[in-house]
């Protein structure tokens, strides 16, 4: 079981900058992929950006450039640094944790959300 935390939230300007943090526990957190999704009301949770256990990244496309991913395994946190942000960019981001064991079961847990509102 992991249990995972998002804080940095916020209402911010259009081209301002805002870092989310996600806290986890219950598990050895460097084992772990963990990505940010987000979702907008009445719209599917889509993806933003993911990084693998061993460092790997990847981003949607309407991020690149402007948002990045990183994990620090000493803290158990993964961070998504977002900057010159966009009205668009309004959505609950949500933190993921996922995994496939030796055996191929695969684990998969979620946050609570947090609330990004870029408006001016």
């Known amino acids: 079981q992991v249990q995972l935390v998002e804080s940095g939230g916020g209402l911010v300007q259009p081209g301002g900058s805002l870092r989310l943090s996600c806290a986890a526990s219950g598990s050895i957190f460097s084992i772990w992929n963990m990505g940010w999704y987000r979702q907008t009301p009445g719209l599917q949770r889509e993806l933003v950006a993911t990084?693998?256990?061993?460092?790997?990244?990847n981003y949607a496309d309407s991020v690149k450039g402007r948002f990045t991913i990183s994990r620090d395994n000493a803290k158990n946190t993964v961070y998504l640094q977002m900057n010159s942000l966009k009205p668009e960019d309004t959505a609950v981001y949500f933190c993921n944790a996922e995994r496939t064991s030796r055996s191929a079961v695969k684990y998969n847990y979620w946050g609570q959300g947090t609330q990004v509102v870029v408006s001016s």
């Open positions: 990084i693998t256990s061993g460092g790997s990244t």
